[in-house]
């Protein structure tokens, strides 16, 4: 570069000095403005914001998304600070995961991907002192996003219930708690394409099915997750349909769970049964009789409309704030009918799917044997239960051998004086109806269970007998309901113990009282032993079955016991009873009074409780149509009762119409 020199001097003696150069100046990377162009922004502070078109939604996210090592290195200090006891940065990895309805600064799904990542590398520092992020993190909003985010999800699940087993009764539960018809808020995240509740179902079931294959003995604690998500009985029809439907699914990959499931299912299912049958008989009469008629006819399958909004739900019914106290308890309790009904038909197709196994082998798997499990422990033992115990009844039927193995069990637990009395009585129930009512109980077992009655109550009645002074439920209770279940056997079966000529010898035959009906041996004198015995059971047994064998038996000429009904009208069952007043127990029967005349003995009558009485639910009473009995007329009956009518005495008596069912009908849901 040349050196610049002064200049020579000038005369006036004055020195003048030249002025430097200026470099040249270096091209900028700056575009010049033309002077048609906007001015630039009025403070250099402040950047330009992009704009858009207003027909596209906008979403901020920020100035920039958090660099996958950043994310992995604050969540690794968050963790070990904490250990420190510093949360600064440990609270702010929950704020994360806790999304608010209202918050508009939701992390972006990469970033909420990125933390999530995060974790799972650093689930070993995740542990019982960071128990509030691990739920925090189960309480996030994670099954409505994308299959990439859920994939992902499911894996920190598995690792943290594998690192932490005291975390896997909350996960589950979690996860069952997606199962349900509730609206979940979690498949409606804001800009994130909404997620059907089928897609949630299904996204819940995988993540279920994974866990168990990862970890065997989770099947223990998933069933107590299941008993405490199931519905409250109040809860509406739809939560019940879609829960049961999802346990249901369960089972296919679950199988251990299935008799754990299936009587959980039926517990509940009766719970609601019984409940019904309670809230009609605190109902006004005028108004439980006859309920199931103003049910509507079977709706589409719910899992349907599962897509709806719960707001349309027709679950929800309006309720009138004007409506009074009975008028509400009366709709109540038809949306429990309807819901018993709804599930019921859902247990019917579900049990089907066994069918064919059910001609071929027993095995502890088909729907029988689970069924007669559920039976002897669950719907037995409940007072009461009107149409549970129809799943038994239908596939019972399907086959001769579980038709016997069903009599076997109510026969035993009948006879078995080890059982309670109100067991061994509703056992007998169950025998007589079943074997009523059943369309493919055979001819020979309809003999062999009137047989084994009348076995059973000749031991009774001997050891009855010798100290009995009267009727008495309380001490007699097991020998009036056998008597019951043997005379209403007898009103829909006598054709199965009649003898034709070409079935038996001619010394099995009983020709007495008739000559157009032959009865099988024993079936006249197990009929007379008892009901002439000194503990007479006619006074005794309900007075509808009573009414109802009398005529039926006059008419086909098997006995005859009009003398003792009129004898009955004179006697006052308080006489007998046990707990009676001091004169009757020193021999002198209480003298009848005005006010003893008047008091109502209906209960010291045997319950005419049948299990098997008419089955009238819209929906699911299709699957019994074909296996029931219904009560069919006596040829000549009616026509006896017309020519005779007001010419005896018997003819006074009530008649019992079996036509609409037994007592069981009069109070429950039948119309």
């Known amino acids: 570069m040349a050196t610049v020199m002064p200049a020579p001097s000038q005369s006036s003696g004055t020195i003048i000095t030249s002025t430097p150069k200026l470099a040249p100046r270096r091209p900028s990377l700056v575009r010049k403005r033309d002077d048609d162009e906007e001015p630039p922004p009025s403070s250099p502070s402040k950047r330009s914001r992009v704009t858009f078109d207003s027909d596209v939604e906008v979403r901020s996210v920020g100035e920039y998304e958090k660099a996958p090592e950043l994310i992995q290195e604050e969540v690794r200090s968050a963790l070990e600070k904490r250990a420190w006891g510093d949360d600064s940065g440990y609270e702010s990895i929950k704020a994360v995961y806790s999304r608010q309805e209202d918050e508009d600064d939701d992390p972006s799904p990469t970033t909420l991907r990125n933390y999530t990542i995060a974790l799972l590398s650093n689930i070993s520092s995740l542990n019982k002192s960071t128990a509030d992020l691990i739920r925090t993190v189960l309480k996030s909003e994670w099954i409505g996003r994308d299959e990439e985010y859920v994939s992902l999800f499911v894996r920190l699940l598995a690792n943290i219930v594998t690192a932490q087993g005291s975390f896997l009764a909350d996960t589950l539960r979690m996860l069952v708690d997606n199962l349900t018809a509730t609206p979940p808020s979690s498949g409606r995240l804001p800009n994130i394409p909404q ?257 084994y009655i009348g076995s059973e109550l000749d031991r009774q009645r001997k050891d009855h007998e010798p100290a009995c002074r009267g009727p008495d439920l309380r001490r007699y209770s097991s020998f009036y309901s056998l008597v019951q279940a043997l005379l209403y056997i007898f009103c829909f079966r006598w054709r199965d113990l009649e003898s034709k000529p070409d079935e038996d010898d001619d010394d099995d035959l009983d020709t007495s009282y008739s000559q157009d009906h032959l009865w099988k041996s024993g079936v006249k004198e197990a009929l007379s032993a008892n009901l002439f015995s000194k503990l007479n059971p006619l006074k005794v047994c309900s007075p509808a079955i009573v009414d109802q064998f009398a005529k039926i038996a006059k008419h086909l000429g098997v006995v005859y016991v009009y003398h003792i009904l009129e004898v009955n009208k004179r006697i006052r069952l308080s006489q007998h009873t046990s707990g009676a007043s001091a004169s009757a127990k020193c021999g002198h029967p209480d003298r009848e009074t005005a006010l003893s005349v008047s008091n109502d003995e209906s209960h010291q009558h045997l319950d005419a409780y049948f299990p098997f009485d008419p089955y009238h639910l819209p929906k699911s009473k299709r699957w019994i149509e074909a296996d029931y009995q219904v009560w069919a007329g006596i040829p000549g009956l009616d026509e006896e009762e017309a020519s005779d009518s007001g010419s005896e005495d018997e003819d006074d008596i009530v008649e019992s119409d079996f036509e609409g069912g037994t007592e069981t009908d009069r109070t429950g849901v039948s119309p």
């Open 195 to 451: 997620v059907s509740r089928m897609t949630i179902h299904t996204r819940s079931h995988e993540a279920l099915r994974y866990l168990i294959q990862l970890i065997p003995s989770a099947s223990g604690t998933l069933k107590n997750a299941l008993v405490q998500g199931f519905p409250h009985h109040t809860d509406s029809r739809r939560l019940h349909v879609v829960y049961v439907q999802n346990l249901l699914k369960i089972l296919d990959y679950a199988s251990e769970l299935r008799s754990d499931i299936l009587a959980l299912i039926t517990e509940r299912l009766v719970k609601i049964d019984v409940q019904v049958q309670v809230d009609l008989e605190d109902l006004a009469e005028e108004i439980g009789e006859g309920l199931v008629q103003r049910i509507p006819q079977a709706r589409p399958d719910l899992l349907d409309d599962l897509e709806d909004d719960l707001d349309s739900s027709d679950e929800e019914s309006e309720s009138d704030e004007d409506d009074d106290a009975e008028v509400q308890r009366t709709k109540d309790v038809i949306k429990n009918v309807e819901k018993m009904d709804s599930i019921l038909d859902i247990l019917f197709s579900y049990y089907s799917q066994d069918a064919p196994e059910m001609n071929t082998k027993h095995s502890s798997s088909t729907a029988v044997e689970v069924l007669l499990s559920q039976f002897a422990t669950i719907i037995l033992p409940t007072y009461r239960s009107r149409h549970t115990q129809f799943l038994l009844f239908h596939f019972v039927q399907q086959s001769p051998a579980y038709v016997d193995h069903f009599v076997g069990i109510c026969v035993h637990t009948a006879f078995d004086r080890k059982q309670p009395a109100i067991i061994r009585q509703t056992a007998a129930a169950y025998l007589a109806s079943f074997v009523a009512r059943g369309v493919h109980v055979p001819s020979n077992i309809v003999r062999d269970v009137f047989d």
